[in-house]
């Protein structure tokens, strides 16, 4: 991974300094986004729009949102499929994207300064300025930091995107990832008018039946090995076919194989397509604070955090599974 030459690590103020002062901002976050990726992005929309600053969004892919954060203002606005080109005084802030690759951000015009505004351990500092904290519980935490120490006008709307992207990425204030202070910034949030119960109805509660039905072939399909230590499980095509479920409904459903009793990994593979078309997308999550999954992630040109990772892989489905399964067991 190429860090750039003038690259250097901010502080909460500098970026709070400079958001203000913004001409353009794009503000960018990952493929098949989650409720962090999309709180933090609709929040930088949402604050943008409170200090006048024009601002476009960008998600790499086509493929919808998961409907449960179809609530989130803006939504609608950002911009898929290929990145738009940006010049000077346009800057990119790229928010919960571990690598550069994640972001699709490679080739901006010359001179596009990009803030890389993120809490994964394993990011390398791709930004030319770089505001990294593994110990927050989400990117909604850092930029909540930013608006709090920038004063900046924050409202319900931008508190309740911030709320999501940390209720979501602290697994309901349940991961080890849920310091205190992701408690406290619970409560302020809440002390801004967040109704937390509503969001929870919509991101919790608002599951199509096409995603439970999802769930359930995932269920049929799991195995557990090793005593249970490792459940996994896949789905494919088939799958999809026979519950009218989409891409976007597998989000979440690995959540429910970490429940098992004894379970220390859970892996849920995706598979799409046959023979030389096929695409296979693992998801990884560690029980154990001692199995790091971002680095068998890694192995196959994957990441992500310690306890939650992936990667994808042109490789088939039977082969993924014996070499994930052999691959977990051997750090069990
Ligand atoms: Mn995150």
Redesign the pocket.
Known sequence: MTVPLHSRAVTRDEVAERLRRERQVLAVSHEAP?G??LGSLCALLLMCGRLGIPCMAYIPGEAPFPEEYGFLPRLHSVVRGTIPRVEPPTTAYLL?CASLGRSNSASFGEGVVRVNID??HDNPGYGELNLLDASAP??TALLYDIFKVGRLPMDVEIAAALYV?LVT?TGRFQYSNTSPGAHRMAAELQELGVDVSAVARQVYESVPFAKLRLLGRALEHAEARAGGALVLSWLDDDDFVATGATEAHVEGLIDTLRQTKGARVAVLVRSKGRGKRSQTKVSLRSLDSRIDVSAIARERGGGGHQQAAGFTTEAELAEVLTWVERRVLAEL
């Open positions: 989650d962090d990726a919960d809490h994964h989400s990117t992207g990425d």
